[in-house]
């Protein structure tokens, strides 16, 4: 019920936002760009939620409920943070592979973790983009100082009743 509640707030916003519109053109503009978006990532969350459906179902749920499931405890965030880390690419792979992992039997705070430490250091990025424009000290500085969020954001959802 709440995603109900949720989209019809989202599309009664949007309808707000096209109606304080106020031209023709500035709609046409905004309609081109919003069409554009979902012919673009349309085809991503198709793909990558049929993966992830895939994913669960493939996924050996015992091996997924020892070492990121109920038992798991801080063991659990710690591995969802090193698996986040590995992780390649963008968020359409990641977030279905967490969605696997969650119907596999995996925990809310592992893969927080997990997304986190994706968000935050995923090699693919950290190597092909940040290191390039940035710099390897700069990158040394920021891992250093972000390395506890995951577990952090982790050890908190492990304590969310």
């Keep these: 019920m ?3 509640i949720g989209t019809i707030v989202l599309f009664a916003l949007a309808g707000w936002v096209w ?4 031209t023709v053109d500035r709609r046409r503009e905004v309609w081109a760009g919003v069409w554009h ?3 673009t990532n349309l085809p991503r969350m198709m793909v990558s939620l049929t993966s992830a459906g ?3 179902e493939l996924l050996p749920q015992e091996i997924v409920r020892q070492y990121l499931g109920d038992t798991s405890g801080f063991q659990g965030v710690a591995l969802g943070m090193a698996l986040g880390i590995i992780t390649p690419g963008g968020a359409f792979v990641s977030f279905a592979l967490a969605a696997g992992a969650i119907a596999a039997g995996a925990t809310a705070p592992a893969m927080i973790a997990y997304l986190t430490a994706w968000a935050l250091f995923s090699l693919t990025r950290l190597m092909a983009e940040e290191l390039a424009f940035l710099g390897p000290a700069f990158i040394l500085r920021r891992v250093a ?7 952090i954001v982790g050890s908190l959802a492990l304590m969310w009743p």
């Design 54 to 56: 895939l994913f669960a």
């Design 37 to 39: 978006m979902l012919r």
């Design 19 to 22: 109606h304080r519109l106020e």
């Design 2 to 4: 709440n995603i109900l």
């Design 145 to 151: 100082v972000s390395a506890p969020i995951p577990l």
